[in-house]
């Protein structure tokens, strides 16, 4: 059997797609977001939140969340997908979404039951990033930086 370097398509000539897997930083992306998000989301479970929906809160409770609109582009979300997502914080009553206001901004607020849920997610979270740490030592904040250097190409 070939290696992956050396694969060949049906007629004998190489095909390329035999440098995806190896070299793709999308793949490698994702890969680990996956690990990443199940992590948080089995930690934060007794929470009732997910690592995604935790992240949100975050966000409101350091008043990054003044808008919709102005959350999107903080996350890096599309203002629909954080749309849906906030309709579900909002109906578990931890956040509370204003009316449309001028130019469709609808202004967000962190309630105190999302207060409650951020309290005592904290040592969970506190928990998975100790753990991961200690798995990347040296490597943390290297992996920090490039990821933030990633997200700032956008």
Known sequence: MSDDSTRKDPHGS???????????????????????TRRYDHA???TGATGAQFTVLVHLHEGAGRSVSFLAQ???MER??????????EA???IRMGEEGFR????????AEGSRVL????????????????????????????????????
């Open 14 to 36: 190489s095909t390329g797609l035999e440098l995806i897997r190896p070299t793709c930083l999308g793949m490698r992306i994702k890969k680990a977001s996956r690990v990443l």
């Open 44 to 46: 934060l479970k007794p």
């Open 74 to 76: 903080v996350l890096r």
């Open 80 to 89: 629909t997908t954080l749309t849906r997502n906030l309709q579900v914080l």
């Open 92 to 94: 578990k009553g931890w």
């Open 104 to 111: 469709r901004q609808r202004e967000i607020e962190l309630s």
């Open 119 to 154: 309290r005592s997610g904290l040592p969970l979270w506190q928990g998975v990033q100790k753990q991961l740490r200690q798995e990347l030592g040296e490597d943390w904040e290297h992996a920090l930086g490039v990821l933030d250097h990633l997200a700032r190409l956008d």
